[in-house]
T-cell receptor, first 110, second 114 residues
Framework: GQQVMQIPQYQHVQEGEDFTTYCNSS?????IQWYKQRPGGHPVFLIQLVKSGEVKKQKRLTFQFGEAKKNSSLHITATQTTDVGTYFC??????????WGAGTKLIIKP | DSGVTQTPKHLITATGQRVTLRCSPRSGDLSVYWYQQSLDQGLQFLIQ???????AKGNILERFSAQQFPDLHSELNLSSLELGDSALYFCASSDSGLANGELFFGEGSRLTVL
């Protein structure tokens, strides 16, 4: 079936370093959404990208949607302890169903 | 506060039993989604309802069933429970039935099967 692959599964960074997670779909997506789940919490919507090649920024977070609408990335500049959590992408397929990536867990090294 | 209410927050039960999880969506949202999240795992989509009708089905076991009532609240019924059913069950709602809008998640119901 249709899948959205998300890598890496985990990323350990020092506070202040950058973080990036990538999502790749086997088919073209109508849109892609990003969510953040803090430890012990529930997923919270961050953003939705709709257009081919779209780039959106939220403070230190930069979201990209590929030209072919099959891949996306989330980049965090200069991570802070408040960024800790798991980041999920979720792509909408041609049947308007959300296909979720497995998530990337951001861990800040002490 | 997302506006989505889930009850109970925690539930401990034994194998073979049946439980019902309840979700009240955000005011005005017609879509309700159910997800299962096992410890430190991703979100497994179970089922979606839109305005009382089943819209999409994911990896939902036959032992599980759900429905959405006329007042738009939803219930997820889990029966013949097994140890592996222990997980966090999230409900999410949106105003769209077409997966093109933000999902608002509840805080989840944590089910422990002993």
């Amino acid at each position: 079936g249709q899948q959205v692959m998300q890598i890496p599964q985990y990323q350990h960074v020092q506070e202040g370093e950058d973080f990036t997670t990538y999502c790749n779909s086997s088919t073209t997506l109508s849109n892609i959404q990003w969510y953040k789940q803090r430890p012990g919490g529930h997923p919270v919507f961050l953003i939705q990208l709709v257009k081919s090649g779209e780039v959106k920024k939220q403070k230190r977070l930069t979201f990209q949607f590929g030209e072919a609408k099959k891949n996306s990335s989330l980049h965090i500049t200069a991570t802070q302890t408040t960024d800790v959590g798991t980041y999920f992408c979720a792509g909408s397929n041609s049947n308007y169903q959300l296909i979720w990536g497995a998530g990337t867990k951001l861990i800040i090294k002490p | 506060d997302s506006g989505v209410t889930q009850t109970p927050k925690h539930l401990i039960t034994a194998t073979g039993q049946r439980v019902t999880l309840r979700c009240s969506p955000r005011s005005g949202d017609l879509s309700v989604y159910w997800y299962q999240q096992s410890l430190d795992q991703g979100l497994q989509f179970l089922i979606q309802y839109y305005n009382g009708e089943e819209r999409a089905k994911g990896n939902i076991l036959e032992r599980f069933s759900a429905q959405q009532f006329p007042d738009l609240h939803s219930e997820l019924n889990l029966s013949s429970l097994e140890l592996g059913d222990s997980a966090l069950y999230f409900c999410a709602s949106s105003d769209s039935g077409l997966a093109n809008g933000e999902l608002f998640f509840g805080e989840g119901s944590r089910l422990t099967v002993l």
